[in-house]
């Protein structure tokens, strides 16, 4: 039957080729989402024509793994490789001594190892699938070596599939405008992995640095310098949450509105009070921030933040808005507590004292901050060096200053509100 081999049919969207005119696709995933499986697809793809002797869109094809191993076992005769995806009425042959898959319809794929980077010298091609690019310890000498061979044909493509990793050259790839990619977290396979599989690896490494990058498919960036590092976060992993003396949401506005202009950052932290200040602890329990939104849109987005914890308090940062901040934030919710922060220092300069709090170990953080977290690790004492503003740090800045470097509140019974 010719189902099982209509990949278009069964593919999730992460495996399918993003449409437009792009060279290099790169698929990022958790482990087991399905890269290889795109990978194989997108090879078949190139080189088959409609009937199984036609000619294809690319006649020669460059596979290059890891090693000569990693290469063969899984990109061919892997359980998701090509050998399995292809019916056998268009199966290839694999002649090992040249190390080079053959079509019947007389399209080639070379094999080739990423620790060979010379051995791309000289070779020329109209298509290129490179597997687990981020793992490869000669990755730009090889990715410079195969961009010389891609002459052939009208224009010449490459699938990229990997697992993301803090490597200059893959985050040089991601950002060329010819460049194109897709995502997905280990999940969005999950009817082909084991049931006990996700349920184990989720138990020991959600939200921990190896989680997000090896299931999440979350590409960790970090500066040298940073205020914060994956070591450092990885260290303040909260576990288990206690019951809070206080809460607070604290909100970054952003300076315009609509799809162009910077986040709002929305940021809930709790205080687990003590006489002793050693003692005290802060716990960032949720990254509201929000995108794109009007004014009334990130306001009912704090405002809806701060009835999901309870909070005891909003607290905005002025500087862009004023007194505007307040009266949207109030008419949402008209009998908000709520206080107003004025920045009279620059963000890094404010940022320094609460990542000091994190060194000495008195913030914890739940489930769920990926994106913050990825702020945080590009920010330096002399400035935030990712792209954009940093909005989620201002916004966990403001709510850990209020809960750990403030003036301690006298703790006073719940209010009840008369309407």
């Known amino acids: ?15 399918l080729p993003p449409e437009g005119d792009w060279r290099s696709w790169v698929i990022l995933g958790g482990r087991g989402a399905g890269k290889t499986r795109a990978g194989s697809e997108w090879v078949r793809a190139q080189v088959e024509g409609a009937k199984p002797l036609d000619k294809g869109r690319c006649r020669r094809i460059a596979l290059i793994g890891e090693t000569y191993d990693q290469a063969r076992e899984v990109m061919i005769y892997g359980d998701s490789g090509i050998m399995n995806c292809t019916p056998p009425d268009r199966k290839p042959k694999y002649v090992s001594t040249r190390r080079t898959l053959v079509w019947p319809n007389g399209a080639e794929a070379m094999v080739f190892s990423a620790q060979d980077p010379e051995a791309l010298r000289g070779p020329q091609f109209d298509g290129a699938w490179a597997d687990e690019f981020a793992k490869w310890k000669k990755a730009q000498d090889v990715w410079d070596m195969l961009q010389f061979g891609l002459r052939l044909g009208e224009a010449p493509r490459v699938c990229v599939t990997t697992t993301p990793r803090n490597v200059g050259v893959l985050k040089a790839l991601l950002e060329l405008p010819s460049t194109v990619s897709t995502h997905a977290r280990t999940e969005a396979n999950q009817a082909h992995l084991a049931e006990t599989f996700l ?71 709790g205080l687990v009070d003590s006489d002793d200040p050693r003692a005290r602890r802060a716990y960032v329990l949720e990254d509201a921030s929000v995108q ?128």
């Open 1 to 15: 039957m010719a189902l099982p081999y209509l990949f278009e049919f069964w593919a999730h969207a992460h495996q």
């Open 199 to 269: 349920e184990e690896v989720r138990a020991r490494y959600e939200g921990q640095s190896l989680g997000l990058q090896e299931l999440d498919g979350v590409l960790l960036d970090q500066v040298d310098g940073a205020l914060w590092t994956r070591e450092m976060l990885d260290g303040a992993r909260a576990g288990r949450l206690p019951d809070m003396d206080r809460v607070v949401v604290a909100v970054d506005p952003p300076a315009g509105a609509g799809a162009r202009a910077d986040a709002c950052g929305i940021v809930v932290a």
């Open 292 to 419: 794109g939104l009007s004014p009334v849109g990130w306001a009912t987005a704090a405002i809806e933040a701060a009835a999901r914890w309870q909070a005891d308090r909003v607290v905005a940062e002025v500087n862009q808005g004023g007194a505007m901040v307040e009266a949207t934030l109030r008419q949402v919710d008209p009998y908000v507590a709520y206080k107003a922060v004025h920045a009279s220092q620059g963000k890094s300069l404010r940022a320094e004292p609460v990542a000091a709090l994190y060194e000495q170990g008195r913030v914890k953080h739940a489930v769920g901050l990926a994106e913050l977290e990825a702020q945080m690790c590009m920010m330096t004492p002399e400035g935030y060096l990712g792209s954009g503003s940093p909005d989620r740090v201002d916004a966990l800045v403001w709510a850990l200053s209020e809960l750990m470097l403030g003036v301690r509140p006298v703790k006073r019974a719940p209010q009840v509100r008369v309407l």
